[in-house]
């Protein structure tokens, strides 16, 4: 059977094993939604490394690129910088096939038709399949166009998601230690965009002592990138897992939300009156907590979780964004000190210890 | 509390604020004559060194079971019991390392404790020692101590109490019998004097078994929650609480035999649930049952678990006055009205057992699979050690405050019935106005008249006491008592002030804001024992009479609660106590209902009135008075 050129997230093949089709990205979107009923991930599909193949033989761009590289000195930084820009060009107003461009229309339009609402908008973002190098975000991990509204658009940020993949640092990383430009594949994802009323991040252990029993939910107004970067001190909430019982919570000042605009995002004054209230209920407090808890369940290992809640007519959503590794905690206590607890101690002695 | 005698105002000069000393007190005129009505050795400052030892103390009112003033009788199952069964537990049977004692007096029959701490090295070493090796026995062989010693030595208490004769009174000439079998002239005056020693004797002896795995029993718990913060730091108490919750404690069974008897009663039907519903007294109601067969039925099975299980004292076990289920049966027959009433109406009533025990086990399944290995042992080991022991905290409380008291209350009953018949009482009751020492006097003065024949001058002097120490002891009702007394300590250390009494640093902090009337009168806080938050219409009781009264979604708010509590609790919305920690009856009871408390909050009962509109959170453990009950009348 041949690769498929699309493959939505919640198609069972789309799974970690599927990382050299669907890319990294797109491939634990296929993981999340696969972690069970607790877990919703904003639906979308991959564009496969099939579909950039086709594409590239099709329009014969292989052949370009490799020639183009050839005629480049990489030791020459604006020569790089030239053939970079060239190559993307050419990449970005190639036309898909008519082939390739109606098996990219029917699944945007099957998105569109699973999707509530008149305004219909897509995140496209780059999923890289090249795992191997050292920092992700020169191969394209980076490339995120959020709001993207019609069949036309969502064409060319395919493209120039694809075309990330020949930047300057990763065409110069790439000849620097020998990898062939033909192997490197990148996958595009085409995911729809949630509405966030809030949103944030969690992890599903406590970063400040490793306790595992806990979440530290961090949230704010809106989309989440002024949590991620950093921009605003985000409300934070303690939550013990097996009981759901919020010990620890701070409702910060609020002052400023990341928001949609025509074609990405920026950052907005939150009203004074929203400020200081909790971007977060207890109900959704609770909510969250099941959904760490099923992620790491799904995963086996602590996570670090992007996530965005929308709310419509008094109903609200939690939808995942992303889940990685938690791995500050796990560092330490790998190399930390062993239990100081001696092992054959009895209750009573215990109890004197205490004492 | 602004016209309480007891506030600190002339405190001398110190930093810090002290509680004022027992011979600072200001008691009311009303209360002149209590001193007699105790032993000397319980009253403060009756000579002068002693006097030096106990101004160097801080002493707290044991409001936990003295929530009421104690009777003189009853003090000899309590006070007097507690100063050697308590005492010895810790000091000398155990030698729990840094819990010598526990040191007991009273005022106006409140009792007020202060705990005696050891500090000397070498002494703690060696208690360690010993501590070590006995606790361990214990721990070890608990089933086969708890089940096959001391639950039948107990019943064998009470049974050994129950089969001691007291005579209505005594015979106008001896019978026969003491003739034909030559006994001697007459036993029956050395058998008044010697079953009501055997009765303090056994009474005393069932206290000693009160305390034999107690202390044990909190320590265990107390391991348990200290591992549990240990290895999941912020974890609260109320979910440390969900992992002991759904355990099969006796103290449970009085209410669950109630719900079997309300099921009973609409199986059986007939006029069985018709009288049960109906506007009479308990009496009248078991006459009715009686003509008919479905009625005998009902009251064949009601008597077949009245005893133990109605053996259940009002109040803490500590006061006689109050009764019991089996004296007076007006709470049983009300609960089974509202649980008759409930059935009929499709409610369900009871906890579910198994879903609270499956719950639970989730919980603890979860806790430790968070855990490694390593820590998994140990939190293994502390869980098992605790759900083996913990329900002993539970049980005892059942066996010995509520089964043996209510036995032991019912044989001085007699005793005081038998003087009446002789003239020195006017009322059994009274019986336990006099201390058990007085008693014993005053039933060898009944049988001395008894001896001088027919026609013998009969003494006024204990009718005339006990009219004077009725007064005197209604007036201790009355009375505020100081919620301690001396200066406090910088930090409360004992852990087993803190467990059992709840005495901690801020709960004594607390004490004297009140005392000194600058604390906010708004809020209290206590121990968050049983997670949610709720906020509707308080409702205050003293005591366990008239629970029943307790409408649907109102918050219980009460001194602490017991087993006689139990059947109101799927009534409350939450509940809110002055006293008891964690480990509380209320706390437990509610954990199991899913029910919000509070628990130690020091005086909810004295600033919470019935009608007031309160919030409580059963996790931070805070309670706020929304609106006074006089604001919303108009």
Redesign the interface.
């Known amino acids: 059977m041949n690769a498929p050129y699309t493959l939505p997230f919640d198609d069972s093949e789309c799974n970690a094993d599927q990382v050299p089709l669907v890319g990294g990205k797109n491939a634990s979107l296929g993981e999340l939604v696969a972690a069970g009923d607790a877990v919703t991930v904003p639906p979308g599909f991959a564009v496969t490394t099939a579909f950039y193949e086709a594409f590239l033989s099709a329009r014969d761009l292989d052949d370009y690129v490799e020639g183009r590289i050839a005629e480049t000195d990489v030791g020459d930084a604006g020569a790089v910088e030239d053939a970079s820009a060239d190559i993307r060009a050419r990449i970005t107003d190639a036309p898909f096939p008519d082939a390739l461009a109606d098996e990219l229309e029917t699944a945007w339009e099957a998105l569109r038709e699973r999707t509530p609402g008149d305004e219909f908008e897509v995140a496209v973002r780059s999923s890289a399949t090249a795992e191997d190098l050292p920092d992700a975000s020169f191969a394209g991990q980076q490339d995120t166009y959020l709001n993207v509204r019609g069949f036309e658009r969502v064409k060319r940020r395919t493209r120039e998601c694809m075309a990330s993949l020949f930047t300057p640092r990763a065409i110069a990383y790439r000849e620097e230690n020998g990898f062939d430009h033909d192997d490197v594949l990148i996958s595009v994802g085409v995911q729809a965009m949630v509405d966030a009323r809030s949103s944030g991040v969690m992890f599903t252990v ?1 970063p400040a ?1 490793g ?4 979440v530290r939910i961090e949230s704010n107004w809106g989309l989440g990138e002024a949590v991620v970067s950093g921009e605003v001190t985000p409300d934070s909430f ?1 939550v ?4 759901y ?4 919570r701070n409702i910060s000042e609020k002052r400023v939300m990341t928001v949609s605009t025509e074609d990405g995002t920026t950052e907005a004054p939150i009203e004074d009156e929203r400020r200081d209230e909790p971007s977060l209920t207890d109900d959704e407090i609770t909510e969250l907590t099941d959904v760490a808890k099923a992620i790491e369940r799904h995963y086996g290992e602590p996570q670090d979780i992007e996530w965005a809640l929308s709310e419509t007519g008094g109903e609200h959503r939690i939808y995942v964004l992303q889940s990685r590794p938690e791995t500050t905690w796990r560092e330490q206590t790998e190399s930390g000190s062993p ?1 100081p ?1 001696s ?1 054959s101690q ?7 210890d ?2 | 509390m602004e016209d309480s005698p007891t506030t600190a105002d002339d405190t001398p000069g110190g930093a810090r604020d002290r509680f004022p000393h027992a011979g600072e007190l200001d008691l009311p005129e009303a209360l002149d004559g209590w001193e007699e009505m105790y032993p000397e050795y319980f009253q403060f400052e009756v000579e002068d060194e002693r006097a030096d030892y106990e101004r160097d103390r801080f002493w707290f009112w044991d409001k936990k079971d003295s929530t009421d003033p104690i009777m003189p009788w009853d003090m000899a199952i309590s006070a007097q019991a507690w100063q050697i069964a308590m005492a010895q537990n810790t000091s000398r049977v155990f030698a729990i390392p840094p819990s010598m004692s526990v040191d007991v007096r009273v005022i106006a029959g409140y009792a007020y404790f202060t705990g005696i701490q050891v500090e000397d090295e070498d002494l703690l070493a060696e208690r360690a020692e010993i501590f070590a090796e006995r606790s361990e026995y214990y721990y070890d062989n608990y089933d086969a101590l708890y089940n096959g010693i001391w639950l039948p030595a107990v019943k064998d208490i009470g049974e050994s109490i129950r089969a001691l004769d007291v005579p209505e009174r005594l015979p106008d000439y001896v019978p026969d019998s003491d003739i034909t079998e030559a006994k001697g002239q007459s036993t029956q005056t050395l058998d008044v004097i010697r079953n009501y020693n055997r009765l303090t004797e056994y009474a005393l002896e069932g206290w000693q078994r009160h305390f034999e795995f107690l202390y044990l029993a909190y320590l265990a718990y107390m391991q348990f929650t200290e591992t549990c913060r240990e290895l999941f730091p912020d974890i609260s108490d109320d979910a440390i609480g969900k992992m002991v919750s759904a355990v099969e404690a006796d103290v449970f069974r009085p209410d669950l035999e109630l719900n079997d008897l309300a099921r009973t009663a609409i199986d059986l039907g007939g006029d069985v649930p018709d009288v049960l519903l109906s506007d009479r007294t308990p009496d009248e109601k078991r006459d009715a049952l009686a003509r008919s067969e479905e009625g005998r039925e009902f009251l064949e099975r009601f008597e077949a678990v009245e005893d133990p299980w109605f053996h259940v004292t009002y109040g803490d076990g500590f006061h006689s006055y109050k009764g019991s289920w089996i004296d007076d049966l007006e709470a049983p027959f009300n609960h089974l009205e509202s649980k008759i009433e409930r059935l009929e109406a499709g409610e369900q009533i009871g906890r579910d057992f198994d879903a609270l025990q499956e719950e639970r086990d989730a919980v603890v399944a979860e806790y430790r699979q968070y855990l490694t290995p390593d820590e998994r042992e140990q939190f293994d080991q502390a869980y098992e050690t605790c759900m083996t022991i913990y329900e002993y905290a539970e049980n005892h409380q059942f066996w010995i405050e509520n089964w043996l008291h209510t036995i032991i209350f019912g044989k001085m009953r007699e005793f005081g019935r038998l003087a009446v018949n002789h003239g020195l009482l006017d009322d059994p009751e009274d019986v336990f106005l006099f201390d058990r020492f007085e008693v014993a006097e005053l039933l060898e003065e009944v049988c001395e008249t008894w001896a001088l024949g027919e026609g013998a001058f009969v003494t006024g002097r204990w009718c005339d006491r006990a009219t004077e120490r009725r007064r005197v002891f209604e007036a201790a009702k009355e009375w505020d008592p100081a919620p301690a007394l001396g200066d406090p300590p910088e930090e409360v250390t004992d852990p087993l002030m803190q467990m059992l009494w709840g005495v901690t640093t801020e709960k004594v902090e607390g004490w004297l804001d009140v005392e000194s009337d600058d604390g906010d009168t708004s809020r209290l806080e206590g121990f968050g024992s049983s997670s949610g938050r709720v906020e509707g219409r308080a409702h205050v009781f003293t005591d366990a009479k008239n629970i029943d009264e307790l409408e649907d979604g109102e918050i219980l708010v009460a001194p602490l609660t017991d087993p006689a509590w139990a059947p109101v609790f799927p009534r409350a919305k939450g509940a809110v106590t002055d006293d008891g920690g964690i480990t509380s009856h209320a706390a437990i009871v509610c954990r199991e209902y899913g029910l919000p408390a509070v628990t130690g909050t020091g005086h909810a009962t004295s600033l919470i009135e019935t009608g007031d509109r309160i919030r409580i959170d059963g996790e931070t453990g805070e309670v706020e008075i929304l609106e006074k009950a006089a604001a919303t009348q108009d």
């Open positions: 406590n002592n306790d595992r029993s806990k303690l013990d897992k097996p009981v019982s919020v010990v620890e239990s607890m092992d009895s209750t009573a002695e215990r109890i004197l205490r004492l």
